[in-house]
Structure formats: C-alpha cells, structure tokens
C-alpha cells in the first residue's frame, strides 16, 4: 500500500467517523433535553445527503450549490414536519 493510499483511507474513516459522532451527539443532546428518542434525525440525515449527491450527480451543480440546495431542502422537511 502506497502512502497516499494510506492517507486516503485514514482521512476517508476519520471523516466517517466524525459523521457517526456527531449523529450520536444529536440523540443524546435531544434525549437528555426531552427523555424521548428521535430517531427521525437519521432519516433526515439520509434523505438530505441523496438530495445532494442527486442535485451534484443529475443536475451538475457545483459541490457548494448542491450542500446549499440539501440544507434548504432539509430546512423545508423540518418545517413541514414540524407544522404537523
């Protein structure tokens, strides 16, 4: 394995890894705040990284416009379902 092999994998799971941290932070931040479980965060999560990987893949946007299309997009689920 080449150094720059070893560097991509290390930065690819240290990248990974911060995702699940911060996930797990939010449930605990939200269980220790209400004592209820959401498990809705991680759907947000998904539906909101395929809104991007979508909008950068189908439509060509640039990696800043798809990021900012995701946020709006996750925004607007958030709102919605919190209307309800």
Do not use: D, K
Not at 53 to 78: E, K, N
């Amino acid at each position: 394995m080449s150094v720059a092999a070893l560097i991509h994998v290390v930065v690819s799971g240290l990248a990974t890894g911060c995702i699940y941290a911060l996930m797990a932070l939010a449930l605990v931040i939200i269980y220790n705040a209400t004592r209820t479980l959401n498990f809705a965060q991680g759907e947000m999560l998904m539906v909101s990284t395929f809104v991007a990987w979508t909008a950068q893949r189908a439509l060509g946007l640039p990696l800043a416009a798809s990021l900012v299309v995701a946020v709006v997009t996750g925004g607007a689920m958030a709102g919605r379902s919190s209307a309800w």
